[in-house]
């Protein structure tokens, strides 16, 4: 290559007038106005309008025509502003264009199977495919270098506050976080496997109990389970911990560092401290732990009011232990067709939801099939209680406060969007707070809700094993626009309470010892009271963006199957490795 480049195809100003510059890049297209061809010339800081001239160009003038979009070449002209009234005022270079004197064809491209800044109707497989084709579109190499700025304004705030950044291993042993472990067999350990961690939970509690005080990183986690638009495999996490700390001391570290990017990134400033918000208070009124905050819609309970009502379908959802809840849609009545509300009801049954009843607030009253069956004193609390007025719509849930929860939580955003409720320019931030320590499983046995390092309330420490479901944790997550940013806890610190854990959860002695062996026998060395929190930096960066999928944040993403179209991975190897690392496929091959 003999001409190297003296700018990028970024950065040519008015002020570069006269110079004689050397660029290089992809070309976009081409165009021959009367024997003079231009040529838009790319590279990640730009485009530059290139111009072929038969005056100045020479023989290189001849070459204009042959060359196509995503050929790779190199210039060297002068530069020379761009005559009264053609300015690109869209193109940052749009002032000036480069007059070619010498050239240097460096590789020809095939034709691409898309065009490669105007991929929206393309076919993600394809786009996939030859994802290194989509990664050189502008959109793709905005989001990616925004990425970049994220990920180095993130380490300099925590470098910033005294963290010690500290790498854990990737190669670790499986055990049980929620997801299914990826395995990796051991070729030196025949029949034994390394896992990839789900999160370098273990480690970084070890890392407190050796003294560091302060630990972060940026890592690389893995989770064998289903995907969806905000899920991958492998996925990159902000992962804090400190020791000596409180609840606050944590959150207060995290909100500093999205007040700061915020400021940096967007130009606006956060409000300290975030919104806070109760876990119990969260999934009564808007069915979920993570709500989206940036409209109202809230769910109001009226089990109490329909305790002895006429209408079976709310009586013996109450008798049965379940819940009667509401959202009052304001001013909808106009907005929502009889198509609409019916529409409801198909809509809840993807979360099992029998059905959905609806009251119109009209001016001659109000009209739903429903309110015959409601007595004057339940229909007179129904709607103080719900402040309904003319105009507005009121819809309704009776079943499992499971079913309940995740079909009006559903509802709710799918109406806010409807509805036009939803500024998709704000970012709402908000923490939530005092969840249960337990869940139940499918037989109603206790089962961790965050992890089972998550320390228990000071208060309810006593009544762990009398009132399991009812303890509390100092556990909180930071949710953004409706979705989980990211979570974390004080940690149990003393091993008497953390064997009381594994004994609630069915853990046994040898159990406890067989997967977490390190870790107690680490509290038994002046393991200081911690907590901390992992920030998932994929979603981070995929909210921040107003992007759909976090596809458009990550290099090279896998599909909803796990695979990788770019490299056809997973793959299969030869029998001769599997023969070595002492394992055996069960898998037929496929004729």
């Not at 110079?19 to 106005?33: A, F, I, K």
């Not at 300099?156 to 670790?172: A, K, M, R, S």
């Amino acid at each position: 290559m003999k001409l190297k480049r003296t700018h990028n195809c970024g950065e040519l100003t008015n002020n570069n007038n006269g110079e004689t510059v050397r660029l290089s890049g992809w070309v976009e297209n081409y165009r021959d106005h009367g024997g003079v061809a231009f040529i838009d010339l790319n590279d990640r800081w730009g485009t530059t309008q290139i111009v072929f001239h038969p005056d100045i160009a020479g023989e290189h003038h001849k070459i204009a025509h042959t060359l196509r979009s995503q050929d790779v070449i190199s210039i060297e002209g002068k530069v020379s502003a761009r005559p009264e009234g053609m300015a690109n005022a869209r193109l940052g270079t749009g002032e000036i264009e480069v007059y070619i004197s010498d050239f240097e064809l460096l590789n020809k491209s095939k034709t691409p199977p898309f065009e490669i800044n105007h991929s929206g109707e393309t076919n993600q497989e394809v786009l996939l495919k030859h994802r290194y084709l989509d990664l050189r579109s502008r959109k793709m190499q905005k989001n990616l270098i925004f990425r970049s700025e994220l990920t180095n304004k993130i380490r300099n705030y925590f470098n910033d506050q005294q963290f010690v950044e500290i790498e854990t291993p990737i190669l670790t042993r499986a055990t049980p976080e929620g997801a299914r472990d990826y395995l990796v067999p051991s070729r030196t350990n025949p029949g034994k496997f390394f896992a990839l961690p789900q999160s370098p939970q273990l480690f970084k509690q070890a890392l407190m109990v050796s003294g560091y005080d302060r630990y972060f990183q940026i890592a690389r986690c893995f989770r064998d389970e289903d995907l969806r638009a905000d899920r991958q495999p492998e996925f990159t996490q902000v992962d804090i911990e400190m020791s000596f700390v409180d609840q606050e001391d944590v959150m207060s570290v995290t909100e500093g560092l999205m007040a700061g990017l915020m400021k940096d990134m967007f130009s606006k400033d956060l409000t300290l401290p975030l919104p806070r918000i109760t876990y119990d208070q969260s999934m009564l009124e808007y069915g979920c732990d993570a709500p989206d905050l940036r409209f109202g819609l809230k769910i109001k309970d009226l089990s109490d009011v329909f305790v002895n009502t006429g209408f079976s379908v709310f009586k013996n959802a109450v008798k049965n232990g379940g819940a009667v809840r509401s959202i009052n849609l304001k001013g909808a009545a106009e907005k929502l067709s009889r198509k609409d509300l019916d529409d409801m009801t198909p809509f809840a049954a993807r979360f099992k939801a029998k059905g959905v009843a609806w009251i119109k607030m009209t001016a001659e009253g109000p009209q739903s099939p429903i309110v015959k069956f409601f007595s004057e004193e339940e229909s007179a609390e129904l709607y103080k209680r719900m402040e309904a007025e003319t105009g507005d719509v009121l819809i309704f849930l009776a079943d499992k406060e499971e079913v309940v929860c995740q079909s009006l939580a559903a509802l709710r955003l799918d109406l806010g969007k409807k509805l036009g409720l939803i500024d998709e320019n704000e970012l709402n931030f908000t923490w939530v707070v005092d969840f249960p320590m337990f869940g139940k499983d499918h037989k109603a046995r206790p089962t961790s809700l965050h992890h089972p390092f998550t320390a228990p309330k000071t208060e309810d420490l006593d009544r762990m094993e009398d009132d399991v479901f009812d303890v509390k944790t100092n556990a909180y997550d930071l949710v953004l626009n409706g979705c989980e940013l990211g979570g974390g806890s004080i940690r149990i610190h003393r091993k008497d309470v953390q064997e009381r854990v594994f004994r609630i959860l069915g853990i046994d002695e040898e159990e406890a010892r067989d997967k977490f062996g390190f870790l107690l026998d680490s509290l038994d060395y002046g393991a200081p009271p911690h907590g901390g929190l992992a920030l998932g930096l994929d979603r981070m960066a995929m909210l921040f963006l107003k992007t759909p999928s976090l596809r458009d944040v990550i290099a090279f993403p896998k599909t909803q199957k796990a695979t990788c179209m770019m490299t056809e991975a997973p793959g299969n190897v030869e029998e001769e490795q599997m023969e070595e690392l002492f394992i055996a496929s069960t898998v037929e091959d496929e004729e």
